[in-house]
Structures are given as C-alpha cells and as structure tokens.
C-alpha cells in the first residue's frame, strides 16, 4: 500500500515528466463558448434578433418587488388579470395605508367580491417575502382588524377570488369538518 505522500509525490513527477515531453505547442481556445470563426455561422451577431423567451409570472412579480422598494411603492398581484401585477406608490406625506383600503380603491374587492389574500412582507431573509394572511370576517365583506395590516415599500399583496364564507360553512358542516 503506498502512502498518500507517496502517492501525490508520484502525481506530481509524471504531470512533471508530461509536461517536458509534450513540448511548446500552443492550444487555441475560442474567447468564449459562443464565439465562431468569421464566415462559420454567416452573419452570427450574438443574441440580438432572437425572440425573448416570455417572462413567468414569478419573474414579473420579483422584479415589481424590486421596483416597488427603489421606489416607495408596493404590488397588488391579481393571478389570472390582465395586468396580473401592479406597482402602486405609496403617499410621500407619511400616511398609512392599510390592505382594506388598497382593496376598496383600487377596486379589486366590488369586482371579486368574497377574496383570499395575502401580504407578501418584504425580507432579506426571504426571497418570497414573509407571507401574512389577510383573514376576513364572518360575513367575508371585510377584513378582520388584526389581519388588515399597515403596507410598506416592497410589500406584494396577493388577492384570488374566494368563496362564500356561508356555502364554505355548509360545505363543512356536511363534511363533519
């Protein structure tokens, strides 16, 4: 059995012995794995004129965060709207605006009517933030007010349509839920 001192001894003088045998040829490397020899593609000018591949939605959402904190502002993202993510800003005078309020002006709560929703907090140590819910009332016409939280620079709130709380309550009942 040969030691491993041995053995990298031994590594190293035959790297060393096919280093003086191979002589002073160079080899010839493109400058990066995309570059060709002039006339081999034809005109090949790099990625320009490609067609963009479409973005997903959890890339749009990822760079509206960003946007959204540079800019004071936050995301309201409505999967499956046209636009499914919007960046609004938030008043520069210091006042809060809290997520019933969002919901009431941008309009999203008439045109949804019984909604799931989410707050997104913004985190470092998150890359999808910190997810808050939004719970509603029993009646699911508001939300209750320990869930209807004060919004900051970078929040995402995410809002689905949801179901009616009195047919979600007859649903369970008949399902001993």
């Given amino acids: 059995m040969i030691s491993n001192s041995k053995y990298s001894a ?3 003088v035959a790297f060393a012995c096919l280093a003086m045998t191979t002589g002073c040829t160079s080899i010839k490397l493109p400058a990066s794995p995309f570059s060709h020899p002039a006339g081999e593609l034809g005109d090949y000018t790099g990625l320009e004129g490609v067609p963009q591949m479409p973005e ?9 965060v960003k946007q959204a904190i540079a800019n004071d502002s ?3 993202h409505v999967p499956g709207e046209n636009p499914s993510t919007r960046i609004l800003p938030l008043p520069t005078d210091g006042r809060s605006v809290y997520v019933s309020t969002l919901l009431e002006q941008t309009g999203v709560k008439k045109k949804m009517g019984f909604i799931n929703a989410t707050l997104y907090r913004h985190s470092s140590d998150s890359i999808a933030g910190i997810p808050l819910e939004c719970r509603m009332n029993r009646d699911g016409s508001s939300i209750k007010a320990e869930c209807d939280y004060s919004l900051q620079p970078g929040d995402r ?5 949801g179901t009616n709380p009195a047919m979600q309550s007859i649903f369970n009942t008949m399902l001993g839920l």
């Fill in 10 to 12: 031994a590594i190293a």
């Fill in 56 to 64: 997903s939605e959890s890339e749009r959402v990822y760079f509206a």
């Fill in 74 to 76: 936050i995301i309201l």
């Fill in 157 to 161: 709130l995410t809002v689905r349509k």
